[in-house]
């Protein structure tokens, strides 16, 4: 059971607090803009909600700081010398017009060719970009589904790539779904698979509460290293968070 969100200031700061069905107050600092959130038990009110995060705000501040200290990609042209990333790893990007459909090339650890048609619109050249990073993710992700669904003991009724602003995955436990970010495609792989297990221990345990971080304290013992190697992962020209 949720309650509705909503905001309260705290010395300056601006703090999403959502009500849940969880024993303990929990208090998060997310990327890329040290967007401030805390979920509180059904029972605490917004005066101990209050107390709690002026007992943080020196941390808040450090969080804060590193984020904006965060690189970032700038909007995405498709012209030869951008950077582009493939599971982590930076390249260089080099266009070489040619007739025909576009296609994506490696022809060596620091070098990503596009292939594409002179007269293709940059809006052109990113689609044709995006439809290789969902394939190349949906081969990623079809094994590791499969992996950690026999593992946690879950089945999925279904799981599709999106394009989403606000969350590297999500998981709608009542119909046994979950989406993942087309961005992922970019990140470690590490970073990839502690998204999938983060949103297939949704079905087991909707909320972020304490049965759910044993479930992946349990798994996968160094989810929080994975979390934190995502958060601090180049950003891209958009604000991607989780």
Same mark, same amino acid.
């Given at each position: 059971?949720?309650?509705?969100?909503?905001?309260?200031?705290?010395?300056?700061?601006?703090?999403?607090?959502?009500?849940?069905?969880?024993?303990?107050?929990?208090?998060?600092?997310?990327?890329?803009?040290?967007?401030?959130?805390?979920?509180?038990?059904?029972?605490?009110?917004? #005066?101990? /909600?209050?107390?709690?995060?002026?007992?943080? $705000? !020196?941390?808040?501040? =450090?969080? *804060?700081?590193?984020?904006? @200290?965060?690189?970032?990609?700038?909007?995405? #042209?498709? /012209?030869?010398?951008?950077?582009?990333?493939? $599971? !982590?790893?930076?390249? =260089?990007? *080099?266009?070489?017009?040619? @007739?025909?459909?576009?296609?994506?090339?490696?022809?060596?650890?620091?070098?990503?060719?596009?292939?594409?048609?002179?007269?293709?619109?940059?809006?052109?050249?990113?689609?044709?970009?995006?439809?290789?990073?969902?394939?190349?993710?949906?081969?990623?992700?079809?094994?590791?589904?499969?992996?950690?669904?026999?593992?946690?003991?879950?089945?999925?009724?279904?799981?599709?790539?999106?394009?989403?602003?606000?969350?590297?995955?999500?998981?709608?436990?009542?119909?046994?779904?979950?989406?993942?970010?087309?961005?992922?495609?970019?990140?470690?792989?590490?970073?990839?698979?502690?998204?999938?297990?983060?949103?297939?221990?949704?079905?087991?345990?909707?909320?972020?509460?304490?049965?759910?971080?044993?479930?992946?304290?349990?798994?996968?013992?160094?989810?929080?290293?994975?979390?934190?190697?995502?958060?601090?992962?180049?950003?891209?020209?958009?604000?991607?968070?989780?």
């Amino acid at each position: 059971m949720n309650t509705d969100g909503h905001q309260i200031k705290v010395g300056g700061v601006t703090v999403q607090v959502v009500r849940k069905a969880i024993k303990n107050l929990h208090l998060g600092v997310y990327p890329p803009n040290g967007r401030v959130r805390v979920a509180a038990p059904l029972a605490v009110n917004d #005066e101990a /909600v209050r107390l709690a995060v002026v007992g943080k $705000l !020196g941390w808040i501040k =450090r969080q *804060r700081a590193r984020f904006d @200290s965060q690189s970032r990609q700038s909007a995405r #042209e498709m /012209v030869s010398g951008e950077s582009h990333y493939y $599971l !982590g790893r930076r390249y =260089r990007l *080099r266009v070489i017009n040619q @007739s025909g459909p576009g296609r994506i090339q490696f022809p060596n650890m620091s070098t990503m060719v596009l292939h594409i048609p002179k007269d293709a619109s940059p809006e052109t050249r990113i689609r044709v970009m995006e439809t290789w990073y969902r394939g190349q993710l949906r081969e990623l992700l079809t094994p590791l589904i499969d992996k950690w669904q026999a593992a946690l003991g879950v089945q999925l009724s279904d799981w599709s790539i999106k394009k989403m602003k606000t969350r590297w995955g999500g998981c709608n436990p009542d119909a046994r779904r979950i989406w993942l970010n087309l961005e992922l495609a970019k990140k470690p792989i590490q970073c990839i698979e502690y998204i999938v297990v983060h949103e297939l221990a949704h079905l087991i345990e909707r909320h972020h509460n304490d049965r759910f971080v044993a479930i992946m304290d349990k798994h996968l013992p160094h989810w929080h290293l994975h979390r934190q190697e995502l958060n601090a992962a180049p950003l891209g020209n958009e604000n991607w968070i989780y």
